[in-house]
């Protein structure tokens, strides 16, 4: 017993089945999803840190707001310079007013498009209230006053610029922490996930792959394989169970050796029994054959000649007598044409004297002469000297199969063909019957087709016999050819 190794699994080149690769699939997704989380990441916070930047540089690099409300100090302190300088008569000088006063509405419209916030918004009100005052008393004493007030308007909207500049950089700072923060969480949370796949991968895709790779072999036969027994708890659970049933199996597929080797021995057992039971029945039949022909035959002969020497010597005027005795003589003709027939049929002598091809011959013709049934047989070659075991076997199987004939088919022709196809000796015959069933010739109820069988075995060859409806039946028999000198 050893475990499934990679180059196991190399060499099956087997076909995947649909699911196998699906954990794999979830994977390679999960890997392109966290590298794209990682990738868009990266970009954020850069992003981020080109973000903070610019608003930094907005909030120490006045912003349009800031811009304007300095050019109308700037602008307003100049109109005020021109202003004292300025004689009372009208004259060049007036023109220069009327300029500056067009840049500090310019400034203060400028202004105006970058409000966001109420308080600046309040503010611009009041500066434009008294920018309009100031205006309107052009030059009065009491534009000191209300210049004071601009002054001080715009010392406290220069302030707000300023400190709503460093509260804006306090939120981007604090947004870009918070937006940092973020980002790196989402590296963090996609590096735990790669860790988390790759965990899966090791112990629970491979020792899936693994019991999968384990079943592949075992469908095709490699029993001796076994899944290793790790990974989560249900795949070692499946994989301990999956060898549990190939140690059952193997255990099995053992006892079964046993007990099929204890099947053949008693089959070869049974099957030496039946060789020596066939050889002992035609030593008998050979014996009794000889001892009928030899023994009786010589007393029937015995027998005649007296009834004759007895017949030879009774007068002629007692042919009551003499009829008796010629009634006698013919009684024992017929006796000695019947034990010749016995005799014949317990072991045909033209078996012994002339060989297998001239017996089939000699039984063909008694066969036809006996049911009238036309039979031909068809012999390769003459003369073959076959082993006598096996020259009986042949015999006696073609004996049978033409008394089935006789009794079972309902023939009217039979052809016998005997062929040396080296290495074999092929026996067939075949009728023109009604033909044997399939179940008839698949029984072993029939104790003439078991003993073609057993005769054919018996000599290291196989029978066969088939049959269909009104196409007769056929006999086959193949034994390997043995002469004489090899027996």
Same mark, same amino acid.
């Given at each position: ?5 990679? $180059? ?173 923060? !973020? ?13 988390? =796949? ?28 076994? =899944? ?7 795949? $070692? !659970? ?47 039949? !050979? ?30 005027? !007692? ?10 003589? =013919? ?32 039984? =063909? ?123």
């Amino acid at each position: 017993m050893r475990t499934l190794t990679f $180059a196991d699994t190399k060499a099956m080149s087997q076909p995947r089945a649909p699911g196998v690769r699906t954990a794999r699939k979830l994977l390679v997704g999960f890997g392109i999803g966290v590298a794209f989380i990682a990738v868009c990441s990266i970009g954020a916070l850069l992003a981020l840190n080109h973000l903070n930047a610019i608003v930094r540089h907005l909030a120490y690099d006045p912003v349009p707001g800031a811009a304007a409300i300095a050019r109308f100090a700037n602008d307003f302190n100049q109109y005020r310079v021109l202003e004292v300088s300025s004689p009372s008569s009208k004259g060049p000088r007036d023109a220069a007013l009327d300029l500056k006063a067009a840049d500090i509405r310019r400034d203060l419209k400028a202004y105006d498009g970058t409000i966001t916030q109420d308080t600046d918004r309040r503010q611009f009100g009041e500066l434009v209230a008294l920018w309009g005052n100031y205006a309107d008393l052009d030059g009065a004493v009491a534009a000191q006053g209300v210049s004071e007030k601009i002054d001080a308007l715009l010392v406290d909207m220069i302030e707000w610029n300023r400190l709503e500049g460093i509260r804006s950089i306090e939120r981007a700072d604090s947004a870009t922490r918070a937006a940092s923060v !973020t980002v790196l969480s989402m590296l963090v949370a996609a590096l735990l996930l790669s860790a988390l =796949a790759l965990y899966f991968n090791r112990t629970v895709e491979r020792p899936m792959n693994a019991l999968a790779e384990t079943a592949h072999a075992v469908a095709h036969g490699n029993l001796d394989v076994r =899944a290793p027994v790790s990974g989560p708890l249900e795949v $070692a !659970t499946v994989a301990a169970e999956l060898n549990r049933m190939l140690d059952a199996r193997a255990q099995a597929d053992a006892e079964a050796r046993v007990l099929n080797a204890a099947i053949e021995e008693s089959r070869g057992q049974l099957q030496r029994l039946t060789a020596g039971l066939l050889m002992a029945r035609e030593e008998e039949r !050979t014996r009794i054959a000889r001892e009928i022909h030899d023994t009786l035959g010589q007393s029937l002969t015995a027998l005649k000649m007296d009834v004759g020497w007895i017949g030879r010597r009774l007068p002629d005027d !007692t042919p009551a007598t003499l009829a008796k005795l010629a009634a006698m003589t =013919a009684l024992i003709d017929e006796t000695v044409v019947t034990v010749r027939r016995i005799a014949t049929e317990l072991r045909p002598g033209v078996l012994d004297d002339l060989g297998l091809v001239a017996a089939l011959e000699w039984q =063909a013709q008694e066969f036809e002469h006996r049911t009238g049934i036309s039979c031909a047989l068809r012999a390769s070659v003459d003369d073959i000297e076959a082993d006598p075991l096996l020259s009986t076997a042949v015999f006696r199987i073609f004996q049978e199969s033409l008394t089935n004939i006789a009794r079972h088919s309902g023939a009217s022709r039979v052809a016998v063909t005997l062929e040396h196809l080296d290495p074999d000796l092929i026996l067939e015959v075949h009728d023109n019957g009604v033909g044997i069933a399939q179940a008839d010739a698949s029984s072993g109820r029939s104790i003439g087709l078991v003993g073609m069988r057993e005769r054919a075995l018996l000599v290291g060859g196989d029978f066969s016999i088939s049959g269909a409806a009104g196409a007769g039946t056929a006999v086959r028999v193949r034994i390997p050819w043995r002469g004489r000198a090899e027996a």
